[in-house]
């Protein structure tokens, strides 16, 4: 059963702040890695994918992949209020379906 | 990004009719589009994965023959609830593969919500 694992939260994070949202997954053959946003009552969006150990950034967000720890995490630098959603990690190996962890809320505090 | 659209957004019925929803890519084709359920406060869960011109494959616990799946071109799939009962009103989301140098990203249509009385 492959799984991806992510902290319920909520996390809670002062206006400004760094956030910090973590996933482990099971399956050591995984390949590509992405982070989506979902707000309450909407459908998730693409926020980033990355394919290689190391970081990725795209403005606020950077990704995160440790292929070795089978890692993958997203920094989000100056948090706003408009960020708190909840945030949802995705794993896909080769030529597979992609594997949704549950999800971290976040929770960015004026 | 890609876009995915659904309709309808909202959807009411009585119990026993039977509710089509389109998800369709817009701006690039995809041989691969799946069909998520969310209820309130709860994780997606996925229940098909509909292949463009092939059965959908369904999840376990997932009785095919209420969930309806109709993949039939490159940027249309169909998904029917037939014999609606209220126990099936929730957020319904599609999402499509796009395949670009070689790597595949899922893109979600902005989802579709039945309400079944």
């Known amino acids: 059963q492959k799984e991806v694992e992510q902290n319920s939260g909520p996390l809670s994070v002062p206006e400004g702040a760094i956030a910090s949202l973590n996933c482990t997954y099971s399956?050591?053959?995984?390949?590509?890695f992405f982070w989506y946003r979902q707000y309450s009552g909407k459908s998730p969006e693409l926020i980033m994918f990355?394919?290689?150990?190391g970081d990725k950034e795209d403005g606020r967000f950077t990704a995160q992949l440790n292929k070795a720890s089978q890692y993958v995490s997203l920094l989000i630098r100056d948090s706003q209020p408009s960020d708190s959603a909840t945030y949802l990690c995705a794993v896909r190996g080769y030529g597979q379906n992609f594997v949704f962890g549950p999800g971290t809320r976040l929770s960015v505090l004026p | 990004g890609a876009v995915v659209s659904q309709h309808p957004s909202w959807v009411i019925c009585k119990s026993g009719t039977s509710v089509k929803i389109e998800c369709r890519s817009l701006?690039?084709?995809?041989?691969?589009m799946f069909w998520y359920r969310q209820f309130p406060k709860q994780s997606l869960m996925l229940m098909a994965t509909s292949n463009e011109g092939s059965k959908a494959t369904y999840e376990q616990g997932v009785e095919k023959d209420k969930f309806l799946i109709n993949h039939a071109s490159l940027t249309l799939s169909t998904l029917t609830v037939t014999s609606a009962h209220p126990e099936d009103s929730s957020f319904y989301i599609c999402s499509a593969n796009r395949e670009a140098g070689g790597w595949e990203t899922q893109y979600f249509g902005p989802g579709t919500r039945l309400l079944v009385l």
């Open positions: 399956d050591r053959g995984s390949q590509s």
């Open positions: 990355i394919y290689s150990n």
């Open positions: 701006d690039f084709q995809a041989t691969t």
